[in-house]
């Protein structure tokens, strides 16, 4: 019968998605493998691929659709054989204002493919069947298992939570042993709901209050509404505390220039937001107590210096993660940042790229910003805000000169790092950024 495509899950968290671009149309036919669709996140775009073989007999979503939920069926793939005549229209008690009854089953996932990346596949690894002892199983998969003679209750499927597919029955042989019945798995509990955030005024209320206003109304996208309820929570449970240090950038700046014409050949101009991220880095591997996350119930330390550098774009922001950080060169860094941040605004980086380290840098010197204060992207243990380089006067040894000084603000997760820690970490990041020949040892 024809197979449902469903929204994937392209990231541990995401819940709903833009369906961005079909890459096939009706009719078509797709091998497993192929890339069919383009499905927005709220930080990327990722391209999704067919598990399945067959013909793409229906699409359920237009492309531009925002907001789908994952696991909602957004295509059928017809088998050999099978016509668009043979998909049943959509029963009026699975439509998403109906609601269950009390003691109903849920649809399971299999029936389609695209479920949440990882999830776990309930009921053992072999013939993953539902209740009614039914295979979970693609039509060309069920075809060849017939040709071999193969019973599909002894293969272990690959597919999204264990459905079998074509490449499972190929390397199947035949005659294996019966795999031992598997204990009925223990049902998930519910996931806890969210703790309730203080709320302001409704929506409503906000409106009627700027009725007689001339206004202009924004609606919030998957980015959008990540950041609000992210940062709003960071903001709300984690214990921010602020350390402020000045560095004195005259002997940087001078290495840079330096530095910056030996590479002009290679191509490679370094920025001060690159000696900003190497010094960070091998600072966290000086005071390794700081290099910390918030797990929890415990604390995770870091070997490596994962640092993560706030890029903005538009609608947004990313934090790309530089992985390592402290065993590259400042060339290395520099490129790697770049192509980062290109990737960033064009919402092309892959979920690995931003999401981790235990650290992160947010610059807002280009734009004249003397200081600020920085939110915590939680697990990170700490960000440090960086301000502008300014010409500020300065009292070395009795006389007054003029200096090259940057502020900087390091936001801190008090439940992770303490008072005096987290002043080792920004005492090393500021030897670092006066000393920067060091940086090369």
Not at 338 to 364: T, V
């Amino acid at each position: 019968m024809p197979t449902e495509i469903l929204m994937p899950a392209l990231s541990p968290t995401m819940e709903e998605g833009t369906l961005a671009k079909w890459l096939v149309k009706e009719g078509d036919e797709v091998k497993s493998g192929d890339i069919i669709a383009e499905i927005e996140t709220d930080k990327a775009t990722m391209e999704f691929e067919a598990v399945d073989e067959g013909r793409i007999g229906k699409i359920l979503i237009a492309e531009g659709s925002a907001g789908v939920k994952v696991n909602t069926p957004i295509a059928v793939l017809l088998d050999e054989g099978e016509e668009a005549g043979d998909i049943a229209a959509p029963k009026p008690e699975a439509t998403a204002t109906a609601a269950p009854a009390a003691d109903a089953e849920p649809a399971p996932a299999e029936k389609g493919y695209g479920g949440p990346i990882g999830a776990p596949v309930a009921g053992g690894d072999k013939g993953k069947a539902d209740q009614g002892g039914r295979i979970f199983a693609s039509p060309l998969a069920r075809r060849i298992a017939a040709d071999k003679g193969l019973d599909l209750s002894q293969i272990k499927g690959s597919g999204p939570r264990g459905r079998i597919v074509k490449a499972d029955v190929e390397s199947a042989k035949p005659g294996a042993a019966p795999a031992p019945a598997a204990a009925p798995a223990a049902s998930q509990a519910a996931p806890a709901p969210a703790a309730q955030a203080p709320k302001g005024p409704s929506a409503d209320a906000v409106l009627k209050m700027y009725a007689d206003r001339e206004t202009t109304e924004v609606a919030l996208d998957g980015m959008r509404r990540t950041i609000a309820a992210r940062l709003g929570e960071a903001k709300q449970t984690i214990p921010h505390f602020y350390l402020r240090r000045s560095a004195k950038l005259d002997e940087l700046m001078e290495f840079r220039a330096t530095l910056n014409k030996k590479l002009e050949s290679r191509g490679v101009k370094l920025s001060v937001n690159d000696f900003i991220i190497k010094a960070c880095a091998l600072a966290l591997q000086e005071v390794p107590d700081a290099n910390a996350v918030w797990a929890g119930d415990r604390i995770l330390k870091l070997k490596p210096s994962d640092v993560a550098v706030a890029v903005a774009i538009e609608g947004g922001l990313f934090t790309p993660v530089l992985k390592d950080a402290e065993s590259k060169s400042l060339s290395a860094l520099s490129a790697e940042m770049k192509d980062l941040a290109q990737r960033a605004k064009s919402k092309k980086l892959a979920p690995h790229e931003y999401q981790g380290g235990s650290f992160a840098i947010s610059n807002l010197g280009m734009f004249g910003i003397e200081n600020f204060d920085a939110v915590i992207n939680p697990p990170h243990g700490a960000i440090l805000a960086v301000g502008a380089g300014i010409q500020t006067p300065v009292v070395e040894n009795g006389e007054i000169v003029i200096r090259n000084v940057m502020s900087m603000t390091l936001s801190v997760d008090h439940r992770v790092i303490d008072g005096a820690l987290g002043a080792q970490l920004l005492d090393a990041i500021v030897k670092h950024l006066e000393n920067p020949v060091a940086m090369l040892a």
